[in-house]
């Protein structure tokens, strides 16, 4: 059984001038122990997912259909406030896309972990607290003394690395990770990356979600690579399987738009995907990589493809996926 599953969810965001399809039937598993990436362009979606996961879902945002499972939680049947108590923290926990500003300028590190822990753990004492933030940074060699400063007293890099020590403060089984590198430097990106790949191996954390529109971190950290495009998944697989033989015109493009020192890569250069990704509030009625796609025909415009197996998990949603 997986640790996350998500079926037919739909998300939109409801304005004046109608509803925005951000999230538009996706379907989505997470397996126990699994590294899964989210990769797709600025405004595909894959931060109103990470929300619509954890069902933190607010005006003008709002659940229009599907279901959510997480662990023994199916999210989509509890009130808001059950979710907050039984769920966020303790089953999934969230990295957000602002993760550099999540912490509140005037606090120090402590007192913030301090508040997560008192909202779950109402009895535990003050020296409770230091030591289980105490133990919690030095399993994840953060300085000590990091405790007891405020967020403008840290680098970019030691923020990000305090917010997701916090995040995990209470041993989440699913962390949801959302552009937490786009920010950094190479150097700091790296480091991150091995203290979320150390959380899982450590055991403190189970399973990831890790959105980014860089490819090629992904190749970095990730077992398996979702490809979302337009509110939509347009192929998943293995990040061997995706790399290496990706099979959807946007897929192959975001690959070939990355700078990597491989020798074919070199030979053949860099490209990108031309155009414009469509309007959400009126999206087309056929494939929505259509207007952008070198292999688009007549069908494309009036069908929309559906996510198809076509080889054990690997899924493509084109109409010429051969």
């Known amino acids: 059984m997986p640790l996350v599953s998500a079926e037919n969810v739909k998300a939109y965001y409801h304005t004046s001038a109608g509803s925005v399809k951000a999230v538009d039937g996706i379907n989505l598993n997470v397996s126990r122990g699994e590294i899964l990436g989210i990769v797709g362009e600025s405004g595909c979606g894959k931060s109103t997912l990470a929300s619509t996961l954890m069902m933190n879902v607010r005006p003008p945002l709002r659940l229009v259909e599907g279901k959510i499972s997480v662990d023994k939680y199916e ?20 990295v957000p896309q ?30 409770e607290i230091k030591n289980l933030a105490k133990k919690r940074f030095q399993e994840l060699d953060l300085p000590i003394e990091v405790l007891n400063m405020y967020p403008h007293e840290l680098s970019g890099g030691m923020k990000q690395r305090a917010v997701i020590a916090t995040s995990t403060i209470l041993n989440p089984k699913l962390l949801i990770v959302d552009e937490p590198t786009s920010a950094l430097d190479v150097s700091t990106q790296k480091i991150v990356l091995k203290m979320i790949v150390d959380l899982r191996r450590r055991g403190i954390i189970e399973s990831v979600i890790f959105i980014t529109h860089d490819i090629a971190i992904l190749r970095q950290i990730s077992d398996k690579i979702t490809v979302m495009y337009a509110g939509k998944i347009v192929e998943s697989s293995t990040t061997d399987e995706i790399l290496e033989n990706p099979i959807h015109p946007y897929a192959k493009g975001l690959i070939n738009a990355v700078i990597t020192p491989e020798r074919e890569v070199k030979k053949r250069g860099l490209s990108y995907i031309p155009g414009q990704p469509p309007d959400l509030l009126t999206p087309p009625t056929g494939c929505r990589f259509c207007s952008r796609c070198e292999l688009a025909k007549d069908l494309c415009q009036k069908q929309e493809p559906h996510l198809t197996e076509i080889r054990r998990d690997h899924f493509v949603a084109c109409h010429f996926m051969q």
Do not use: C, F
């Not at 999210?75 to 969230?94: A, F, N, Q």
């Open 75 to 94: 999210l989509t049947s509890m009130k808001r406030k059950e979710i907050r108590s039984r769920v966020w923290g303790i089953i999934i926990s969230l």
């Open 98 to 127: 602002s993760a550099l500003n999540a912490l509140i300028p005037i606090t120090k590190t402590q007192d913030i972990i301090k508040d997560v822990l008192k909202h779950h753990l109402k009895n535990l004492r003050r020296e």
